[in-house]
């Protein structure tokens, strides 16, 4: 039932930058929050940043002041801007929507990935 759909990948030179998008549907009456992830061939998918219903955001050490999380004003659309891109931010990105407040549906305290998007920074 829950549905995520990306987009923005893209090649791009280093310094360059990049706005992801996640679309969620599909999750009737429930909040959630949203994550963005990446991961690069022969490492573990990493933790990128996280924007809570209430607009809290974090972000990894790696992205911060250059990565930057937002919703659109329903909420059901997560963005991630990526400024000044390096080489290492390379890795396919996946967003994955946190589900609570369901009222008793089966989704309660679900979890939903995306099928990721590439990101590809050349030097």
């Known amino acids: 039932q829950v549905h995520l759909v990306e987009s923005g990948g893209d090649s791009v030179q280093a310094g360059g930058s990049l706005r992801l998008s996640c679309v969620v549907s599909?999750?009737?009456?429930?909040?959630?929050?949203m994550n963005w992830y990446r991961q690069s061939p022969g490492k573990e998918r990493e933790f990128v940043s996280k924007i809570e219903t209430d607009g809290s955001t974090r972000y990894a050490n790696s992205v911060k002041g250059r990565f930057a999380i937002s919703h659109d004003g329903a909420k059901n659309t997560v963005f991630l801007q990526m400024n000044s891109l390096k080489p290492e931010d390379t890795a396919v990105y996946y967003c994955?929507?946190?589900?609570?407040?369901?009222?008793?549906?089966?989704?309660?305290?679900?979890?939903?990935w995306g099928q990721g998007t590439q990101v590809t920074v050349s030097s």
């Open positions: 599909g999750y009737g009456y429930c909040s959630y929050d």
């Open positions: 994955r929507a946190d589900m609570y407040g369901c009222y008793g549906g089966s989704l309660e305290n679900t979890q939903h």
